[in-house]
């Protein structure tokens, strides 16, 4: 066996602008102020060679994108709690992920982003990540603070911070203060075993994360963790964000849609980033280090209440909101994956049964709907009453019904108009608690859906 010694004179570089390289895009404005907005922290960063891209097994010399990168508030002088983050596969340069990782920091919290190498030696990868997170940990505690500590990642990264997680939290025993796992669009969790789901720490916090139109991973790879994994209901959420348009921008809900970096194929960076990672992630970690922070749970894990699916609003209205439950189904209208959970690849294939259910089916055409008949609400958000304006070719019949994100019915009624034309129905909104709604509208020129949020 041989052993490579490496002497590191530990350099701190200021990485502001590598984490400021992004355009901003579309109408929805950035957060500001509470969960997600961004902090008053500069970054700063210190750099190690990364276990996998040495030159003897890759052929290539170590560079600034093959190593450890450890990113943390300037000035920091005692321990912060950890976000050890694991990339997609091809995403080894951490500015795919720019802003998302120098939002975390400017919020006090220190990052590690561990690369590895494009392989198909799956097992050297996992080694990559577990050691580069450990060797973070080692070097650095005055950086670190390893009792409060959690994992997020994304694809690849993602199915694999579970099982590396496990053995971080039962063997290393970090998170003795506070865990939590965010996986985003996962792919194979590779080393994953059910006992090990069985058996997972249920003081864990747990925000898995889907995304509606991902052509790359199967949805079912999420909801096996998820439904599998022994985490208490009340500790954990799975959440569903769906694409919406608004003044013909779109906010795409697609496999690569928690990228945002200045890279030639990185994602775009606008709203969605804010209100479904930023702000989720912001809450996620604050409610895991402070328990009692009752704010920050209802953001991160509300189980579906308005200010954790609220995804902004531009043009006078809100945007679709996210889905949110704890018995997660496969969307009927999810385009077929590349990665399939069925494939000889993953190792969970056996827990691939997860079938369409009616209230995955609801909500799927009211979130994906059928748009022929034109309608509109106000105001937004509401309180006591809406105005549903209905536009019709036709004298006839329709219904109107409200349903919550996961496709509970709360009011239904029919009502007739009686001429062609654009018409006024005033709907009373008394007995609806605070939340995320769904109006729709069928008559016999189609259906249309539109979100609405009550708010007092």
């Not at 070719?393 to 029919?414: C, K, M, P």
Request: charge should be neutral; proline fraction near 6%.
């Amino acid at each position: 066996m041989r052993f490579f010694f490496v002497f590191l004179i530990v350099v701190v570089f200021s990485t502001t602008e590598f984490f400021a390289q992004t355009t901003y895009r579309g109408p929805v404005p950035r957060i500001t102020t509470g969960f997600g907005a961004s902090g008053r922290f500069q970054v700063d960063t210190v750099r190690f060679p990364a276990v996998g891209w040495d030159s003897a097994s890759t052929g290539l010399p170590i560079n600034s994108s093959r190593s450890v990168e450890v990113f943390f508030p300037r000035g920091t002088t005692s321990p912060r709690p950890t976000l050890l983050f694991a990339h997609g596969f091809g995403g080894n340069d951490a500015r795919f992920y720019g802003e998302l990782l120098g939002n975390c920091v400017s919020r006090g919290y220190t990052v590690v982003f561990v690369p590895y190498p494009i392989s198909i030696n799956f097992p050297s990868l996992y080694r990559t990540l577990d050691s580069g997170f450990a060797e973070a940990v080692r070097r650095f505690p005055n950086l670190i603070d390893s009792t409060r500590i959690g994992f997020a990642g994304h694809s690849f990264g993602a199915g694999a911070i579970p099982g590396i997680a496990h053995k971080a939290f039962t063997q290393r025993r970090w998170g003795a203060n506070g865990k939590f796992l965010f996986p985003m669009a996962p792919w194979y969790a590779l080393e994953t075993s059910q006992e090990q789901l069985r058996t997972f720490p249920r003081d864990t916090k747990l925000i898995m994360q889907i995304y509606a139109d991902d052509a790359t991973n199967d949805h079912r790879l999420a909801m096996d963790m998820f439904l599998n994994i022994a985490i208490p209901a009340a500790e954990k959420d799975f959440v569903t964000v769906f694409a919406d348009t608004v003044q013909n921008y779109v906010y795409g809900a697609g496999h690569g849609l928690c990228t945002t970096g200045g890279l030639a194929g990185g994602g775009t960076f606008d709203g969605y980033d804010y209100y479904a990672v930023f702000r989720l992630l912001d809450a996620l970690m604050q409610y895991t280090f402070d328990n009692t922070n009752a704010a920050a749970k209802n953001v991160a894990l509300g189980n579906g209440s308005a200010e954790q699916v609220f995804m902004g609003s531009a043009a006078g209205r809100i945007l679709k909101p996210l889905g949110v439950t704890d018995r997660p189904a496969p969307i009927p209208t999810a385009p077929r994956a590349q990665f399939q959970c069925e494939n000889q690849t993953n190792p969970r294939r056996a827990f691939c049964t997860l079938q369409v259910s009616s209230v995955a089916q609801s909500l799927a055409q009211t979130t994906q709907g059928i748009t022929p008949l034109r309608i509109t609400i106000a105001p937004q958000p509401a309180s006591d009453e809406i105005r549903l304006g209905v536009q019709v070719q036709t004298a006839q019949e329709i219904t109107v019904s409200l349903t919550d994100v996961l496709g509970n019915e709360h009011l239904r009624f029919l009502h007739v108009i009686a001429s062609a034309g654009t018409h006024e129905i005033v709907l009373p909104l008394d007995a609806l608690p605070n939340g995320v709604y769904f109006c729709r509208v069928q008559s016999k020129e189609g259906v249309n859906t539109a979100p609405l949020l009550v708010r007092r």
